[in-house]
């Protein structure tokens, strides 16, 4: 198999991972926001939330992998310039690593379920963004700076989503929950 023909492979198996990724993600806050809305949280819907994050979670391994082949690539044919000379391997490096941390942060509950979905769901899709962009000409600081913004735009955004998805919740805590028993 000749070094084009591997590179091909490499770069559509990541593709694949991360658009796995992306989409089980988008599925999880999808669902997330309806439970928000409903006001509680089923048996059968937690079960169904399990299964997700499973599949997010498989989906992340497989994330690591496509980067570690795509390192070996790189790493074959261009030795140490693919790290010192690209802010985009940087960024995805970054994103990845905020993605991980935010989701042992989410499920040992030590972040808000207001600013979890955002790290979530925005460095997935900034995640997929650097993965299939090829080259942005640009330094880390400028992407690192660009990042945040879209974080922040996209952060705004589902906080408006939950205001207005729990406008006539009578008793609202922020994560879905009743004060009463809810039914």
């Not at 559509?12 to 993600?25: A, D, E, I, Q």
Request: hydrophobic fraction near 50%; charged fraction near 10%.
């Amino acid at each position: 198999m000749s070094e084009l023909e591997l590179y091909y492979l490499a770069t559509l198996f990541r593709t694949y991972t991360v658009g796995l990724c992306l989409g089980v993600s988008s599925i999880a806050m999808t669902f997330y926001f309806y439970v928000v809305a409903k006001g509680h949280t089923e048996k059968s819907q937690n079960v169904m939330m399990h299964i997700v994050y499973t599949v997010l979670r498989v989906g992340m391994v497989l994330v690591i992998v496509s980067e570690i082949t795509m390192v070996i690539y790189h790493y074959h044919v261009n030795n140490f310039i693919y790290w010192t000379d690209n802010p985009e391997f940087l960024m995805r490096l970054t994103i990845f690593t905020v993605i991980v941390c935010n989701a042992f942060a989410m499920q040992y509950k030590k972040i808000s379920m207001w600013l979890g979905p955002v790290f979530a769901g925005g460095s997935w899709y900034a995640y997929f963004f650097f993965s299939v962009w090829i080259e942005t000409e640009s330094t880390y600081l400028t992407l690192i700076f660009g990042y945040v913004l879209w974080l922040t735009i996209f952060g705004l955004c589902l906080a408006l989503f939950r205001v207005f998805l729990t406008r006539k919740q009578e008793s609202y805590l922020g994560d879905g929950a009743c004060v009463k028993v809810c039914e």
